[in-house]
């Protein structure tokens, strides 16, 4: 089992930047952020393997970046040129061996971002 820990999540304008972090309870092979909006389905958004392999969903690229710290158990997202349309409940997901965004095992609860026009 794994837990995960979001945080960082909060209200900014359009066009600001947020970061959020995501602490493992041990390290995971692939880590990754999913978000939903009110009324929409779940998506992924970005996820990352130990070896630095990222994925993007084609709606972030360029604005979001995903990281993890050395130790493989923190992940973060960096959020920049938000839009009012990121708004969405963001979750941490990980998996001990696959990195797709169908692929997650583990959950975190979720941090909302709320981005205003």
């Known amino acids: 089992q794994v837990q995960l820990m979001e945080s960082g999540g909060g209200s900014v304008q359009a066009g600001g930047s947020l970061r959020l972090s995501c602490v493992a309870s041990r390290y995971i092979y692939c880590m990754g952020w999913f978000r939903q909006a009110p009324g929409k389905a779940r998506e992924g958004v970005a996820t990352i393997t130990e070896y630095g392999t990222t994925n993007y969903a084609d709606s972030v690229k360029g604005r979001f970046t995903i990281s993890r710290d050395n130790a493989k158990t923190t992940l973060y997202l960096e959020m920049n040129s938000l839009k009012p349309e990121d708004t969405a409940m963001y979750y941490c997901?990980?998996?001990?061996?696959?990195?797709?965004?169908?692929?997650?095992?583990?959950w975190g609860k979720g941090t909302l971002v709320t981005i205003s026009s």
């Open positions: 997901a990980a998996h001990g061996s696959a990195c797709g965004f169908y692929d997650m095992a583990y």
